[in-house]
């Protein structure tokens, strides 16, 4: 039986004020402020070169932001460094890539509790829950096959359950679809609202799949580096 993490409590899951970000002297993010609230699904949209996944990899704390605030959980992550950041983001974010970023010497089960045996937990408490969560998202008879073996919407379904070992937060999509056909896209993003019913997660997606966008409770248009809406 998998648990539901309750995260009623926190109303605004992620506050972001004045975020900017510069490489050398390219200016990326120009003063970003959002809110997101516990359980939303969120759409980054705009066209390449935006910002999009640069705020991505920050709300996900693999960048910092050059100045600004950002509070996930009611914890001001960028006041976290070192060890204390990599534990809060093992334990309260969730990642998916579009390109699974599956270890191909590992089996699936094995690749979904990476997180896990990074934070520390028992081998058999975490292939256990592997075991469930890959059931949950119908990959039961696929559980022993490594990622050569899995077709690419076997293997972003690993990938999202490798994001779920943890019961993290959040979970950060990014372009989670844009390396499926249009069926295994579909089935993609129905997953994610089923996840989001059954577990009541805040979802961040950085997409240029306008369905998937148009699905969303609510679209942020990124624009130079600045929300325009």
């Known amino acids: 039986?998998?648990?539901?993490?309750?995260?009623?409590?926190?109303?605004?899951?992620?506050?972001?004020?004045?975020?900017?970000?510069?490489?050398?002297?390219?200016?990326?993010?120009?003063?970003?402020?959002?809110?997101?609230?516990?359980?939303?699904?969120?759409?980054?949209?705009?066209?390449?070169?935006?910002?999009?996944?640069?705020?991505?990899?920050?709300?996900?704390?693999?960048?910092?932001?050059?100045?600004?605030?950002?509070?996930?959980?009611?914890?001001?992550?960028?006041?976290?460094?070192?060890?204390?950041?990599?534990?809060?983001?093992?334990?309260?974010?969730?990642?998916?890539?579009?390109?699974?970023?599956?270890?191909?010497?590992?089996?699936?089960?094995?690749?979904?509790?990476?997180?896990?045996?990074?934070?520390?937990?028992?081998?058999?408490?975490?292939?256990?829950?592997?075991?469930?969560?890959?059931?949950l998202l119908g990959l039961k008879e696929r559980i022993n096959h490594k990622p050569a073996a899995l077709s690419g919407g076997e293997q972003q379904r690993v990938a999202v359950a490798r994001a779920l070992i943890n019961n993290p937060t959040v979970i950060l999509a990014d372009e989670p679809s844009g390396n499926l056909d249009s069926k295994a896209a579909n089935e993609l993003h129905d997953l994610f609202f089923d996840l989001r019913k059954q577990f009541n997660q805040t979802f961040v997606i950085v997409t240029h799949n306008q369905a998937l966008a148009n699905r969303s409770d609510r679209q942020l248009f990124i624009k130079d580096g600045i929300i325009e809406y």
């Open 1 to 135: 039986m998998i648990n539901i993490v309750d995260y009623s409590i926190i109303e605004n899951m992620i506050v972001a004020q004045g975020l900017y970000k510069s490489y050398g002297d390219l200016p990326v993010l120009k003063g970003i402020n959002l809110t997101i609230n516990q359980g939303e699904i969120v759409s980054i949209v705009g066209a390449s070169g935006a910002g999009k996944t640069t705020l991505l990899q920050i709300l996900g704390t693999l960048d910092h932001t050059d100045s600004g605030s950002l509070i996930i959980a009611n914890q001001e992550v960028t006041k976290l460094y070192g060890n204390k950041l990599a534990k809060f983001r093992n334990q309260h974010i969730g990642f998916i890539f579009q390109f699974h970023q599956l270890l191909p010497e590992f089996n699936a089960w094995e690749n979904v509790c990476l997180p896990a045996w990074i934070g520390g937990k028992q081998d058999e408490a975490s292939k256990k829950r592997s075991l469930e969560l890959l059931d």
